[in-house]
């Protein structure tokens, strides 16, 4: 496995395990987060994407100003 293999490996699981929001796990595995949303549906894995992970998000994205 690659580097970016593993990373996306991580990702997805601790989406999965609901510890990282869907910006957050798109940031670890270095892809934009329409490629995790594919990345999970590939896999069957639902989105848990409520207010609080909306709010993660926005965070996340202000950082990158």
Do not use: C, N
């Amino acid at each position: 496995m690659t580097e970016q293999e593993i990373l996306q490996e991580l990702a997805i699981a601790l989406f999965q395990k609901e510890k990282l929001t869907l910006g957050q796990a798109a940031q670890l595995a270095s892809v934009s987060q329409a490629e995790m949303m594919r990345l999970l549906a590939a896999r069957a894995i639902p989105l848990h994407y409520d207010e609080l992970s909306f709010e993660q998000d926005l965070q996340t994205l202000r950082s990158f100003k």
